[in-house]
């Protein structure tokens, strides 16, 4: 029997088994290790560093996060104004009106007229309107001062808060007795302090026996006399002449007095004679004498 023929030899392929094998091992290492690092990733390991996408550059701001620049500090007492758009402005006092508005010249020769804000003051036709002007002159007039407007009135005036030589000019002149709180637009306890302390001492306006009308109501009594003092339309048929015996007597008559409603008697010149919210003209044994004008 003829021998069976030898095996066939693989000498040839034998070359290319380690190769194939070395790829087939790093084909396998490099699947594990990715499916590792998936696991690794998705199992919430907090260990981790973060992708490098969320890294910010340590000393620059993130873009979801942007630093606003910081707003300057208001003056001392100011807090009715915080949610009111802030403007500053520096310039020279070159006019007081009176105790509570001024002129400020500023950059560009640009005239402003500013009504200090939280404060009225009397009136310039009012008992110490004149002492009161003379007293914020003497405070600012001619001086370089810082003023925050805080907004505008309706007369268009530009409210501000006036500092000068480092103080606030609003709060020194309430502090000084030559100016009140104004209790309809501003409520600050430090302010309503300084009026107490004011009224205490008897200083500025307060030093009078009988302080003055509250600037607020003057101009509401004004505003109620000249009303009052529109004549009113009367029918022709009801139109009667004055007659001569009444002339007579206003001209050549006694004195006529004013009683007010608290039974006070004031004379023709007392700045009370008339102008209160209710009265009635008699003579002078009625009432009791005004301690101002002697009744």
């Not at 001086?143 to 500092?163: C, F, M, P």
């Not at 009367?234 to 007010?260: C, D, F, H, L, M």
Request: hydrophobic fraction near 35%; proline fraction near 9%.
């Amino acid at each position: 029997m003829a021998s069976p023929p030898p095996y066939p030899s693989n000498k040839k392929k034998s070359g290319c088994l380690p190769w194939a094998g070395i790829v087939l091992a790093l084909f396998i290492g490099w699947v594990a290790g990715n499916s590792s690092s998936i696991k690794r990733t998705t199992s919430g390991d907090e260990s981790l560093p973060p992708p490098r996408a969320a890294l910010v550059p340590v000393g620059k701001p993130s873009p979801a996060a942007p630093v606003l620049p910081a707003q300057s500090a208001l003056p001392e007492g100011i807090g009715s104004i915080k949610d009111s758009p802030v403007e500053t402005l520096t310039g020279k006092i070159v006019g007081v009106t009176d105790g509570d508005t001024v002129t400020l010249l500023s950059g560009g020769k640009k005239q402003t007229k500013i009504r200090l804000e939280g404060i009225d003051a009397p009136e310039s036709g009012q008992e110490y309107g004149a002492k009161s002007k003379a007293a914020l002159s003497a405070l600012i007039a001619g001086k370089n001062v810082s003023v925050t407007i805080s907004g505008q009135d309706r007369y268009g005036r530009s409210l501000g808060w006036i500092e000068a030589d480092g103080a606030s000019v609003n709060r020194r002149m309430v502090a000084d007795g030559w100016a009140w709180q104004y209790l309809e637009y501003n409520h600050d306890a430090d302010i309503a302090g300084l009026q107490v302390k004011a009224k205490a001492a008897h200083l500025g306006l307060w030093a009078a026996p009988n302080p003055p009308m509250p600037p607020w109501e003057f101009r509401k009594l004004g505003r109620l006399s000249a009303a009052s003092a529109v004549p009113k339309a009367v029918p022709q048929a009801e139109a009667r002449p004055v007659p001569k015996e009444t002339k007579r007597e206003e001209s050549t008559g006694p004195k006529k007095y004013w009683i007010n409603s608290n039974g006070v008697r004031h004379n023709q010149h007392c700045r009370w004679y008339g102008n209160t919210k209710s009265g009635h003209f008699s003579n002078e044994a009625e009432g009791r004498a005004c301690g101002n004008c002697g009744g």
